[in-house]
């Protein structure tokens, strides 16, 4: 079932999930950024917020509208929720170790863009968990760093969605039409405000969708990029970025997909102790720790092996690339470095 929803209608939708017991997540400018947060209402929305990105650059603008969705991915991924930075595994006391239970909470994420829908379900492939309520939202304003067109994860949203989004604002006024994606999409959207949609809707919808893959910045090589990493593990561009790249992880911790961990004991000097997992990024040196030392020692090992299991290696675990093209990595990497111009360095050194 296809509906229009205005900014009313918008509302009602958060109030409907949040009286159905759900937490819901969205974007809030927060910070002079666009983070995620748990949302009250419709006014919580970044409304008439866009943003500027580049390699090492990201800023909020005051938009000449009031779009709520008119912004590119900010620098936090809905990875946070379904696998939280630090998470306490066990604690021990006089009775001796006992596992942490955490309370499940029952989330409802609203304004996922599609290159993050895309995210979520590879992440979820890697540390499983329950399924959020997702309204997504098709993207109209891609940000200079995005790709997400040349990696098949956006910018409209295909699947894995209960409700899909599209905004649009003209003569018309501010309006969503809202497709429902499953049985539980569709029963939310009966109760809401709402008007029929109309051919006309879907095809301004699907024009506004078609025009962000055209406006995308950046596009990834047109070659297979799982056998152009597995043949370019010499090539002399590892050395030529690891001069640039600092090793600080940014990619890694703002990339929706990246999952490693590592697992940290602490004692008390009262004798207790626990056992923690935190984000870990394989741009650290103790990453690659075996019996001896690490393995990986080099800035250009570990750019290596990051860009080598993102592109290439993630098809052999998982059966899909580990890169949605959100471009996060781009904007947040402290050096500017575009994972899109690398491997386009390395497919050009391959085809000559
Ligand atoms: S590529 Fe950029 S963000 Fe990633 S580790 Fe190197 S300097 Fe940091
Ligand atoms: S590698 Fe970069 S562009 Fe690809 S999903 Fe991760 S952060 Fe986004």
């Not at 500027?52 to 800023?59: A, C």
């Not at 304003?141 to 295909?158: I, N, Q, R, Y």
Request: hydrophobic letters at 40%; proline letters at 6%.
């Amino acid at each position: 079932m296809d509906a229009v929803l205005d900014l009313a209608g918008l509302d009602a939708l958060i109030g409907a999930l949040i009286a159905s017991g759900r937490k819901v997540i969205g974007p809030v400018l927060r910070d002079e950024a666009i983070t995620l947060a748990e949302l009250e209402s419709a006014a919580d929305l970044p409304s008439g917020w866009g943003v500027e990105t580049g390699p090492g650059h990201y800023r909020v603008h005051r938009r000449a509208d009031s779009a709520v969705f008119g912004h590119s991915a900010g620098p936090q991924s809905w990875k946070r929720f379904l696998h939280p930075p630090h998470r306490v595994l066990l604690t021990s006391g006089p009775a001796g170790f006992r596992p942490v239970r955490e309370e499940p909470v029952e989330y409802a994420f609203f304004g996922v863009r599609p290159c993050d829908l895309a995210a979520i379900g590879k992440l979820r492939q890697i540390v499983g968990g329950p399924m959020p309520f997702v309204v997504a939202a098709q993207c109209t304003e891609p940000g200079a760093v995005c790709f997400c067109a040349s990696m098949g994860c956006g910018p409209s949203a295909d699947a894995g969605y209960d409700l899909a989004l599209t905004e649009r604002i003209d003569r018309e006024g501010h309006r969503f039409l809202a497709v429902a994606g499953t049985a539980a999409g569709a029963d939310v959207l009966t109760r809401l405000p709402r008007r029929p949609a109309h051919e006309h809707d879907v095809a301004l919808a699907d024009a506004d969708v078609a025009e962000a893959a055209r406006r995308m910045g950046r596009t990834m090589p047109e070659t297979d990029l799982r056998d152009l990493l597995a043949g370019s593990r010499e090539h002399p561009r590892w050395e030529e970025v690891a001069g640039r790249c600092l090793t600080c992880g940014n990619c890694t911790m703002v990339c929706p997909t990246c999952f490693c961990v590592s697992i940290e004991d602490t004692t008390e000097l009262d004798g207790g102790a626990t056992r923690a997992q935190r984000w870990a990024s394989c741009f650290e040196i103790d990453f690659s720790q075996l019996h001896g030392g690490a393995v990986r020692t080099s800035g250009a090992a570990r750019y290596r092996q990051w860009m080598s299991h993102k592109l290439g290696t993630w098809h052999d675990q998982f059966g899909t690339s580990g890169c949605v093209g959100c471009g996060r990595c781009i904007a947040w990497c402290p050096a500017g470095i575009d994972i899109t111009e690398e491997a386009a360095a390395l497919a050009e050194g391959a085809s000559r």
